[in-house]
């Protein structure tokens, strides 16, 4: 079946690590997400990607990092610049990127939940 | 400012007690309107997407309908199983997402 894999399910790091979560997607999606997701807000788009080798800052890129050197995988590394990292972090991919016309809306991963220890 | 706003936060029914819940909007340029079922650890599952005012879709219980301000998402005779955080999305250059109502039906 199709779909989005992230790994790991959960991830624990120590204060001034670097870690990097996986998203994998197998059904020949153009674009890729990566949103956060904190108790009692909205999801918050990190970054985004609508093709390979191409990215772009969302709303709170900062202490984050992405690469898209295969269309299958967006892998996000959490830096020790996050200075507040501990959250559920979501993958999603859509067929194509935010351009003009009809927005085609997300298919998502079931999530990374990091907690820094 | 792009803006999506759900009510209520929280929602408790009895099981078979009929609800709507909402999800107002300001946006320029709507592209799609999306409800999303997301369930606790777990990524959003997609539900329906609405691209214009009038239009409705139905899914066993529920029925989502559009108005060009707002989107009401309806639940008939919700089931212990329908318990679940829903979101709202709408689409312009990007996705924007409220907060969420989480329904919590008891049987």
């Known amino acids: 079946d199709g779909g989005i894999t992230q790994s790991p399910k959960y991830l624990f790091r120590k204060e001034g690590q670097n870690v990097t979560l996986s998203c994998e997607q197998n059904?020949?999606?153009?674009?890729m997400y990566w949103y956060r997701q904190d108790p009692g807000q909205g999801l918050r788009l990190i970054y985004y990607?609508?093709?390979?080798?191409?990215?772009q800052k969302g709303d709170i890129a900062e202490g984050y990092s992405v690469s898209r050197e295969k269309k299958e995988s967006f892998p996000l590394t959490v830096t020790s610049a996050q200075k507040n990292p501990t959250a559920f972090y979501l993958c999603?991919?859509?067929?194509?990127?935010?351009?003009?016309?009809?927005?085609?809306?997300?298919?998502f991963g079931s999530g990374t939940r990091l907690t820094v220890v | 400012e792009d803006q999506v706003t759900q009510s209520p936060e929280a929602l408790r029914l009895q099981e078979g007690e009929s609800s709507s819940l909402n999800c107002s909007y300001t946006?320029?340029?709507?592209?799609?309107l999306f409800w999303y079922r997301q369930d606790p650890g777990k990524g959003p599952e997609f539900l329906f997407t609405?691209?214009?005012a009038g239009e409705e879709k139905e899914k066993e219980r529920l029925k989502a309908t559009l108005t060009k301000k707002e989107s009401f998402l309806h639940i008939t005779a919700p089931k212990p199983e329908d318990s679940a955080t829903y979101l709202c999305?709408?689409?312009?250059?990007?996705?924007?997402f409220g907060t969420g109502t989480r329904l919590q039906v008891f049987p």
């Open positions: 999603a991919s859509s067929i194509r990127g935010p351009r003009a016309g009809p927005h085609y809306g997300y298919t």
């Open positions: 059904l020949n999606h153009d674009a």
């Open positions: 990607s609508q093709i390979v080798n191409d990215f």
């Open positions: 946006v320029s340029g709507l592209r799609g």
């Open positions: 609405l691209y214009s």
């Open positions: 999305a709408v689409g312009t250059d990007k996705l924007i």
